[in-house]
């Protein structure tokens, strides 16, 4: 799957990814490989991104995510400590 982390200034991430976890406007959720077409609110919170090879953090400060065919694409308002 391909992940994008976008913010109004930088792009913040930019790969191929085995999965990721963002906090949800209702909780926070995991995308998988062949996940369901979704668009989500995100709350200010903890971003967990999965590759082969590691695991990154980071905080968002609130946007949206969206999944369509292994592509996501998260806007996040801002990222903290990036």
């Known amino acids: 799957m ?3 982390i976008l913010t109004p200034d ?3 991430f ?3 990814v ?3 976890t ?3 406007t209702m909780g926070s959720f995991e995308v998988l490989n062949n996940h369901a077409p979704i668009i989500s609110t995100l709350e ?3 971003v967990i991104i999965r590759t082969a090879s590691k ?4 905080i968002i400060n609130g946007g949206a995510i969206e999944v369509i065919d292994n592509k996501i694409i998260v806007l996040a308002e801002g990222v903290i400590g990036s």
């Open 2 to 4: 391909n992940l994008e």
């Open 10 to 12: 930088k792009k913040v």
């Open 14 to 16: 930019d790969g191929e």
């Open 18 to 20: 085995t999965s990721v």
């Open 22 to 24: 963002v906090p949800g």
């Open 44 to 46: 200010k919170g903890q």
């Open 55 to 58: 695991t990154e953090k980071l």
